[in-house]
């Protein structure tokens, strides 16, 4: 039995034999043409790639359906294409100059700063291979499974995982990626157990081979003994158990077990998602990102945000929502030379302040139809709250003026995610209507460490006093001005996470839907 330690990606347990996956990036057996012929190659690919996108959009919901409208996005970007009809021009072939022009724009956006936006170099390489896949033809497919494996790669895209039949898929090992990377979240969406940086070692020699993988701690063994393979097979029994306990849970008040209530919402970005998370019993929606769903220059028009806004209104039925302002972090973002320290957040909004009021007044408008509240992101003073206000109020003044019905008394919080706006809690509770706190990034920003760098691991720890104390900090401030607090980030779903946020006065968290039930149980059996 050969053991190994990778980073946990997606929760679960997978014991089964491997298929490694290799993505050939060879041009052997590539006939190369003229270049006049290569770039209508290229372009009739790219077309057929674009069509085989919104066939997926129509069919997908939730996380899936926001990545496959970046890759249209990130397909449709003129800077790419420029890029790969000059290697067409400079006599490349259209395959060969797709492959070498996503390199070079999935390396410049791992050279940025920002842990985000770096991971997002994935989708850039998925939205090119389906190009290369239609040019490439049938040998370019993923290989077929004849039963149920362990997938294993150096890196696996949305793509990858969605073109093949989900009861085919044991579980995902990769070599490298991320855990906050698409392929991850689809993984954690579909409930297939994941880990990722296995390492080369790993996977030189998985193949064919039986794996036992624990998503939740990293955990990987190939050939596992006896003793091993019981294990595993005991905690799949008694996970499978587990879940006939679940319509129970779901009912069940959120109180410890001392008494202290709290409440567990949702983090979404769709509105398939919003509809995901009532039926997962969420109290509400905590974070509703709209980043790529509504973005300046695409579906930014007032009545289409409008539109957005309602149906994800309409699909919490009723439950609080709590939208968060656009700040720059879509695929567009990677342009920025900092995106971590630049232009970002609330930053980006009072910079675009026509564009600003337009979002606003689409809120407002759609908080007519429910229970609207409305987070302003990336906030480091007061001033950047009062800019943000008189933007509201120019925005009511229009709807006034225009005779739109909206509502007058949309709340407006601030997310706490720098050490500068934890610092001036108290000044910032005299202008919100509540708090978000997002400790992922307060924990980045505070120990100076990305958190999607493999480098400085272990200067971003997963447990930070430095975090905690601003928690504590904000939470005081919160009390004193009466208002609520929200954690609303990866971190709320971790079980010792979520009780030492509870025991420091947070009564309020968000997370992915799909841990709201174990965060749960575990926080129902804990006294304060």
């Known amino acids: 039995m050969e053991k190994y330690m990778a980073v946990p990606a997606s929760d679960g347990l ?7 996956v290799r993505r050939s990036m060879s041009g052997m057996g590539r006939a190369v043409l003229n270049p006049r012929q290569e770039e209508a190659a290229y372009r009739s690919a790219l077309t057929r790639a674009q069509q085989n996108l919104d066939q997926l959009i129509a069919k997908a919901s939730g996380d899936e359906k926001a990545i496959f409208q970046a890759q249209q996005v990130m397909m449709a970007d003129e800077g790419l294409q420029n890029e790969v009809l000059a290697y067409i021009h400079a006599g490349a072939g259209a395959a060969a100059a797709v492959e070498r022009a996503a390199g070079i724009f999935a390396g410049r956006i791992r050279a940025l700063d920002d842990d985000y936006l770096r991971e997002r170099a994935c989708d850039v390489l998925d939205a090119c291979y389906r190009i290369v896949d239609v040019l490439d033809g049938p040998q370019a497919q993923m290989p077929p499974l004849n039963s149920p494996s362990i997938l294993a790669a150096e890196e696996l895209y949305p793509t990858d995982i969605l073109s093949i039949d989900r009861r085919m898929i044991l579980g995902l090992v990769m070599g490298a990626g991320s855990a906050n990377a698409h392929a991850s979240i689809i993984a954690r969406t579909m409930g ?9 070692e790993f996977l030189d020699v998985c193949d064919g081979k039986i794996a036992a993988i624990n998503g939740s701690t990293g955990d990987l063994c190939l050939e596992p003994d006896e003793a091993t393979k019981a294990r595993f097979a005991h905690s799949i029994r008694r996970a499978r158990r587990h879940t006939l306990t679940e319509e129970r849970l779901r009912y069940a008040a959120c109180v410890t077990r001392d008494g202290t209530p709290f409440e567990l919402y949702a983090n979404c970005s769709t509105v ?8 997962a019993d969420a109290q509400g929606v905590g974070l509703l990102l709209s980043e ?11 009545e289409a945000q409008y539109q957005f806004y309602t149906a994800c209104l309409n699909a919490a039925k009723g439950k609080p929502v709590t939208i968060s302002t656009y700040g720059g972090n879509g695929p567009e973002g990677a342009l920025e030379p900092n995106p971590a320290l630049g232009l970002r957040g609330i930053r980006y909004s ?3 302040p026509q564009w600003f009021q337009t979002q606003m007044a689409a809120l407002l408008r759609a908080g007519v139809q429910g229970n609207l509240r409305v987070v302003l992101p990336m906030v480091s003073t007061a001033d950047d709250v009062e800019r943000a206000l008189e933007l509201l109020h120019a925005a009511k003044a229009s709807l006034r003026k225009r ?9 407006v919080g ?3 995610e720098t050490p500068a706006a934890a610092l001036s ?16 990034n307060l924990a980045q920003y505070a120990h100076a460490a990305d958190r999607g760098s493999a480098t400085v691991q272990e200067y971003f720890p997963q447990f930070s006093p430095a975090v905690h104390r601003m928690v504590s900090m904000t939470v005081e401030a919160a009390a004193e001005a009466r208002i609520p607090v929200c954690v609303c980030c990866e971190s709320a779903a971790r079980p010792e996470l979520a009780e030492v946020y509870l025991r420091l006065g947070v009564r309020q968290l968000s997370m992915a839907y799909g841990s709201l039930l174990g965060i749960k149980e575990y926080l129902m059996g804990i006294s304060l």
Not at 192 to 200: R, S
Not at 292 to 302: A, K, M
Not at 403 to 411: L, M, T
């Open 425 to 440: 809690a108290r000044e910032l509770a005299r202008k919100s209507a509540f708090f978000h706190i997002s400790t992922t």
């Open 414 to 416: 601030v997310m706490i």
């Open 350 to 352: 009072l910079a675009h």
């Open 272 to 279: 398939e998602d919003v509809r995901a998370a009532v039926e």
């Open 192 to 200: 297939i157990p994941a880990v990722v940086l296995a390492g080369q």
């Open 292 to 302: 790529y769903t509504v973005r300046p220059g695409e579906n930014d028009s007032e």
């Open 403 to 411: 005779r739109v019905p909206f509502s007058e008394n949309v709340p």
């Open 14 to 20: 997978a014991f089964g034999p491997v298929c490694r």
